[in-house]
């Protein structure tokens, strides 16, 4: 498979802060990369650094296999980037936006005409061409900042957080629309702290925690670092301890809990824990209602693998 | 692309607001209030006036006579239309009623004027003139009759030395720096600076556009495979035609509508104008890279710069170059607005060769090393932070 980001031993400092430690990714060609840490974990200024807009104290930042840097023009007309915050022209209309950013890459005008047309259908912003950006809402304006970053199909996309402050609808829409970009040949690189999205929309995955990865691989990969794989709740009423006890004395049970009408058990990688503990249940003469299996969340990983939750903020 | 960079200025609203129309709002303004003015000598209705006299004295009564003489409907310029009250308290009800505008209470050998609140411009104006060149006049006539019983002939001499000395410091308080420089002139020139330089503010804006780590825009631009030296060039001229084209319009209207007199070198005129403009937008340059912030931080510092130079140059008060010269020239040197207002004054008044280049050449050598700074730093792409 084709490399086509390689960051390696990545340093940035601010002051006395450091923001990078040590960071190193790679992402290969034509699948979507998530970069996933909570807000301030570092994904914005690893980003930067990939970029050549900021300074980094140490580390090398291939891109297509070549040296990055402020000067790499060749690379920089290959790269798209949406940014966190929406980077746009207030008194520039939306299709004059597009055109413009579009013209920093794409000289020829017919050629420009038509790339400029696709974008729009592509964040579907049809019916605003002619609209100030103040006038479009905040989902509406989201589109437009992606617009601006993909017109002139760059083989590698950045995408700073594209669904903060979105409306369900326009967040949907953005992450359909980046499964399409990769499904055309682009490379994505995608950063969130939602990790509901990265599960769903990402091939491969960092765990980005005070400028570090904590873990890197695919989804199957993350969950298998960990040892709880499967969390398991059962609804039954009464279960007295000495059954509790034999459910926990099952190889793969390490923890469990019981509320007095739901049972919840904790296990291991194994392929019969469901059976197991409704067997044991049924021999002891219980009536069990509802049975659920649910395998761990991005969350769980986090929270394994840094004893906190990515959830609060 | 050069289009959008025209397009983005010429749809700055708060721009054009500045730098065009507020600068056409003050002289329109002030053409209403020295027009008025100039225009005094040939019509003035008379100004209804109340004289109210509380002394026999010799002072008093030269002083009603005086008025009498200004309020005579036969004379050739009738100034007041007058009416007579026993006493001030009398007279000054009569002001709070708006029966008349003016009084004048004349007493053993002092005077006093009031101005009903609803009062004119002209009036205000008219009532000082003759109440002080009374006061000044009468001490000159008692002091003439006192030597007089004296030295007639020394006394004579003396006060005619008297009246060439204030003849001369008259001549002299000519120059730029006086206390009062040709006010009507001055003023608009003034307001045509104040509107070139806040061309600055497009400056600062420049820098918003380019620098990454002002705007998300910029950012951008930085990382496409554009180079900035070109950016930075299409950005500059963006900025610079509009703001000739203002100053074109201000000239045109200040020439045509208020009959401004602009010298008689339109050459050196235009070179001025053209050297102003770089000044003031390589100026807002250097504003928007040393102070702090986002944008509109940035911008609010800037406005606050070109408000108080504008101001110490004399745009509200226009003795205060001279003040200023008195006691720190220096800031008079380093001022933008007040070494624009001089180069132009000098330039249209007295095509005065040393005075203009000098002034142009400061403006010019501070554009070179505000370009060259400006340039250097924004051709970077790289920051240390974002
Ligand atoms: N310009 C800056 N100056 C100082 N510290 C900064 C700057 N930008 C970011 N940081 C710090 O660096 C860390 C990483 O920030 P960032 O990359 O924006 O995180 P994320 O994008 O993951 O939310 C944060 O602790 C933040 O406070
Ligand atoms: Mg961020």
Redesign the interface.
């Known amino acids: 498979m084709n490399e086509i980001l390689k960051v390696e031993g990545l340093v940035k400092r601010?002051k006395e802060l450091i923001a990078l430690d040590h960071l190193s990714i790679s992402v290969n060609e034509g699948e979507i990369f998530g970069l996933l840490g909570p807000n301030g974990s570092g994904k914005s200024t690893c980003i930067?650094c990939i970029?050549?807009?900021?300074?980094y104290d140490k580390g090398s930042i291939r891109v297509f296999g070549k040296e990055m840097s402020?000067?790499a023009?060749?690379l920089?007309?290959q790269?798209g980037?949406v940014?966190q915050?929406?980077?746009?022209?207030d008194?520039?209309t939306v299709y004059?936006n597009i055109?413009?950013?579009c013209?920093?890459?794409i000289r020829d005008k017919e050629e420009r005409k038509k790339l400029v047309r696709e974008a729009i259908d592509f964040v579907a912003l049809n019916d605003f061409v002619k609209f100030r950006p103040k006038k479009l809402s905040g989902g509406l304006k989201r589109r437009l900042n992606i617009a601006?970053?993909i017109v002139h199909k760059p083989k590698l996309i950045f995408f700073d957080e594209p669904t903060v402050a979105v409306d369900p609808q326009s967040r949907n829409r953005i992450l359909e629309g980046i499964g399409e970009l990769r499904d055309k040949g682009a490379t994505i690189i995608y950063t969130s702290h939602y990790m509901e999205e990265v599960e769903q929309l990402c091939d491969r995955i960092a765990i980005l925690d005070k400028g570090n990865t904590i873990a890197e691989g695919t989804i199957e990969e993350l969950r298998n670092m960990i040892k709880k794989s499967e969390i398991i709740s059962i609804e039954a009423g009464g279960l007295e301890e000495a059954v509790l006890e034999k459910v926990r004395e099952l190889k793969n049970v390490y923890s469990l809990d019981y509320d007095g009408s739901t049972l919840k058990v904790e296990a291991g990688s194994g392929r019969h824990n469901v059976i197991d503990i409704v067997n044991i249940l049924q021999e002891a003469g219980y009536s069990l209602r509802k049975i659920f299996s649910e395998q761990p969340t991005l969350n769980d990983v986090f929270l394994e693998l840094t004893g906190k939750t990515l959830r609060d903020e | 692309m050069f289009r959008y960079f025209l397009l983005k200025v010429l749809r700055s609203r708060n721009y054009l607001f500045w730098s065009m129309v507020f600068p056409l709002v003050i002289m329109f303004c002030m053409n209403m209030a020295f027009g008025n003015i100039y225009d005094t000598e040939n019509s003035i209705d008379p100004i209804r006036t109340v004289l109210v006299k509380e002394s026999g004295s010799f002072f008093a009564e030269q002083f009603a006579e005086l008025v009498k003489s200004m309020a005579d409907e036969g004379a050739e310029r009738q100034l007041f239309d007058l009416s007579e009250a026993d006493s001030a308290e009398q007279a000054k009800e009569m002001l709070l009623a708006h029966e008349a505008m003016l009084l004048f209470v004349a007493g053993e050998d002092e005077l006093e004027v009031f101005l009903s609140d609803d009062h004119s411009m002209t009036s205000g104006i008219v009532s000082g003139t003759v109440a002080d060149s009374y006061r000044t006049n009468f001490r000159l006539m008692t002091d003439v009759y006192e030597n007089a019983e004296r030295l007639p002939e020394e006394a004579v001499s003396e006060i005619m030395d008297n009246m060439s000395k204030e003849l001369s410091y008259t001549m002299q308080s000519k120059g730029i720096f006086s206390d009062s420089p040709n006010p009507y002139v001055w003023y608009f020139y003034s307001t045509l600076v104040m509107g070139m330089f806040f061309n600055a503010m497009t400056g600062v804006n420049l820098v918003s556009d380019l620098k990454a780590d002002v705007s998300g825009e910029a950012m951008r631009l930085s990382v496409s495979p554009g180079g900035k030296g070109k950016m930075i060039v299409y950005a500059f001229i963006a900025r610079l035609i509009p703001s000739l084209l203002i100053s074109g319009i201000h000239l045109a209207v200040m020439k045509l509508v208020f009959k401004v007199p602009l010298g008689d070198d339109p050459l050196r005129l235009a070179a001025f104008v053209l050297c102003s403009d770089i000044f003031a937008i390589g100026f807002g340059v250097i504003c928007g890279l040393v102070f702090k912030g986002n944008l509109v931080a940035r911008e609010n510092k800037t406005t606050g710069m070109l408000m108080a130079s504008v101001f110490l140059s004399g745009e509200m008060i226009s003795q205060l170059p001279g003040i200023i010269e008195r006691s720190a020239p220096i800031i008079n040197d380093i001022n933008p607005a007040t070494v624009m207002n001089m180069a132009l004054y000098r330039l249209a008044m007295y095509n005065n060769d040393y005075d203009f280049y000098g002034n142009m050449i400061k403006l010019v050598a501070a554009s070179v090393v505000f370009l060259v700074i400006g340039t250097v730093i924004l051709r970077r792409e790289r920051y240390a932070s974002l």
Not at chain 1, 51 to 55: F, N, R, V
Not at chain 1, 85 to 89: G, L, S
Request: proline letters at 6%; charged letters at 20%; aromatic letters at 18%.
């Open positions: 601010y930067n970029l050549s807009l900021l300074e402020p000067k023009y060749e920089k007309s790269i980037i940014p915050e929406v980077a746009v022209y008194s520039l004059e055109d413009f950013f013209g920093l890459y601006c970053g």
